[in-house]
């Protein structure tokens, strides 16, 4: 039996989980949750999942966000490399490059395509969470 695929989830995918569990994030969340896909994450990815979701404006309970990171942390933590390739127009997504860049088989989920043109993501093919969904 093949494993799962192991790729790496941007913030935009994980907070649209639980504001639209019915569409393509949900989903994608659910599968993560089945194991049918691993998440790949390093330490700042974690970080940035917390303080997003922690954000007033989404009003998540700390221990609904610690639950969900907690399950998470069994996933696959990954040791970043420095990006050398051009850097992608929001420098707070680098992480995520990072992360993403030292996988088999390199997979980048995110929710804003506009954040990762197909140039600075050279050998990281880049899905947004409509088309994971269907993988």
């Known amino acids: 039996m093949k494993p799962p695929p192991v790729w790496v989830f941007d ?4 907070i649209s989980e639980p504001l639209n569990a019915q569409g393509p994030p949900g989903r994608i969340i659910e599968a993560l949750l089945r194991g049918d896909v691993v ?3 390093d330490n700042r990815i974690l970080a940035e999942y917390r303080e997003v979701l922690l954000r007033e404006k989404f009003s998540f309970k700390p221990g609904q966000v610690a639950g969900l990171l907690d399950e998470f942390s069994f996933h696959e933590q990954v040791n970043s490399k420095p990006w050398k390739g051009k850097v992608s127009p929001d420098p707070w997504e680098t992480p995520f490059l990072e992360s993403a860049h030292p996988l088999d088989e390199p997979v980048l989920v995110i929710g804003n395509t506009k954040h990762f043109p ?3 993501c050279t050998g990281i093919r880049i899905l947004s969470s409509q088309h994971a969904r269907n993988e």
């Open 11 to 14: 913030a935009n995918v994980i």
């Open 39 to 41: 998440l790949a994450w």
């Open 118 to 120: 197909s140039d600075p």
